[in-house]
């Protein structure tokens, strides 16, 4: 299931502006329905209220059927989807804050598990620079010591595919230096 970039904003700008449920908000933004009743029940906003409409997820008519019908369903437009698609096959793009902390730890994770990936291909990966990349293998890094193993794919710093193909590439340049 696909669901808006910015859920929370996107769930707001709905209760504001339409009549639709909790239930069909919660199901198009891929929250729970309690999520959503926090979301309007709450009298100060941390969150600015996103327009679907103006960036394209839905239209007048698509709110206007699911006004009409409390059983309609919501779904973001086909381009949406397609855009969220291509950009879940180049791989994990932005890392939220709360888990760029956690990325010497994927660093590390990748570096036991994958000792052939050089330093370039490890830093790629995990959007870092080769000097970091390098002061972590040599355990000269200035917080290696607090450094949390974690794996990366879990974290959703670096996606499966991403992490095997790049192993692949590896594994086929040293075969090729062997030769």
């Known amino acids: 299931m696909n669901y808006p970039y910015m859920p929370k904003s996107t769930a707001l700008w709905l209760i504001e502006n339409t009549a639709l449920t909790f239930e069909q908000i919660a199901e198009f933004c891929g929250m729970h329905e309690l999520e959503i009743k926090n979301i309007a029940d709450a009298e100060t906003y941390k969150i600015q209220p996103l327009n679907p409409i103006l960036s394209g997820q839905l239209t007048r008519e698509d709110i206007a059927t699911a ?4 059983s309609a369903r919501l779904t973001l437009r086909a381009e949406i989807v397609e855009a969220q698609q291509a950009q879940n ?8 804050k709360l888990h760029r902390q ?3 730890g994927g660093i590390l994770w990748i570096l036991k598990n994958y000792p052939e ?14 000097p970091t ?8 890094h200035a917080s290696y010591s607090l450094i949390q193993i974690q794996s990366p794919i ?5 996606s499966e595919s991403a992490l095997h193909d790049a192993v692949a590439k590896a594994q086929k340049q040293g075969n090729n230096k062997k030769k």
């Open 133 to 140: 990349v390098a002061s972590v293998r040599n355990k000269t």
């Open 102 to 104: 956690n990325r010497l």
């Open 67 to 70: 006004e009409a019908d409390p």
């Open 89 to 96: 096959k180049r791989g994990v793009g932005y890392t939220p």
């Open 154 to 158: 879990v974290l959703g710093l670096v």
């Open 117 to 130: 990936l050089s330093d370039g291909q490890v830093a790629r990966l995990m959007r870092s620079t080769n």
